[in-house]
């Protein structure tokens, strides 16, 4: 969480996700109680970023956002984006609606949830390269993170990263020093090669940036 002045910004909630909760009133029930955290005197949470898994997650999103709209304008805001182990739930259609879902303003003019229509996302993901749980298929994972990090400058927007490799275990990398066949490896190097020549760009639309969610190695990796 990132602590801001009128409370603290969540910044990495699957709040659709079936494991958070698969009953929409105990969902509501629970965001509720986020929201009136600081009524009580404890810290207040003033914004939740909602962040998909699989495809259809970002459409629930959208759908949670809205609703919330009218209860509290911003209070839930979303990502946009596929968890690296549900990328075989993508088609060149389907990242098509997903960039559609990041934009605003008239890029939203034939979408139906009017009230969250103006509201752009704030973050793309989470992206990023999954060996551990699904190293069968790295190529189409690393197709469409490319896909995501061109997303994310396209729209200048963070990236939320989920790297995992395929050794989950510190000593055991140690062990095998710096594989080739590395999530963390290759995501530096996708994320190098949008970069420009001499790394000194810090104009957002020519160098992705963003957090990384998950990081299994040690601190001096990260
Ligand atoms: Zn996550």
């Known amino acids: 969480m990132i602590k801001k002045n009128n409370g603290l910004i969540a910044t990495h909630e699957h709040i659709t996700h079936r494991f958070f909760s698969s009953d929409v009133n105990e969902q509501r029930r629970i965001l509720e109680k986020c929201r009136t955290l600081g009524e009580n005197g404890e810290e207040s949470i003033s914004h939740i970023v909602a962040v998909p898994i699989d495809f259809i997650s970002n459409d629930d999103i959208v759908e949670c956002e809205s609703e919330w709209q009218r209860i509290e304008p911003g209070f839930i805001r979303r990502a946009v984006g596929t968890h690296p182990v549900w990328v075989q739930e993508l088609t060149e259609n389907r990242f098509q609606h997903l960039r559609e879902l990041a934009g605003a303003g008239t890029e939203w003019a034939d979408l139906p949830w009017e009230s969250a229509r103006t509201e752009p996302a704030v973050a793309i993901g989470e992206t990023g390269l999954d060996y551990y749980r699904s190293g069968e298929n790295k190529n189409k994972q690393k197709y469409w993170f490319q896909k995501f990090v061109e997303l994310s400058l396209e729209k200048k927007l963070p990236l939320i990263l989920h790297v ?4 989950d275990n ?12 590395s999530a963390w490896m290759d995501t530096l190097q996708i994320l190098d090669s949008y970069r420009d020549e001499n ?3 810090t104009e957002p639309e020519k160098t992705p940036w963003g957090v990384l969610h998950c990081c299994t190695v040690h ?3 990260a």
């Open 219 to 221: 601190t001096s990796h």
């Open 199 to 201: 790394h000194l760009s």
């Open 170 to 181: 510190n000593a055991e990398v140690e062990k095998q020093g710096i594989s080739t066949d």
């Open 164 to 167: 995992r490799d395929s050794v």
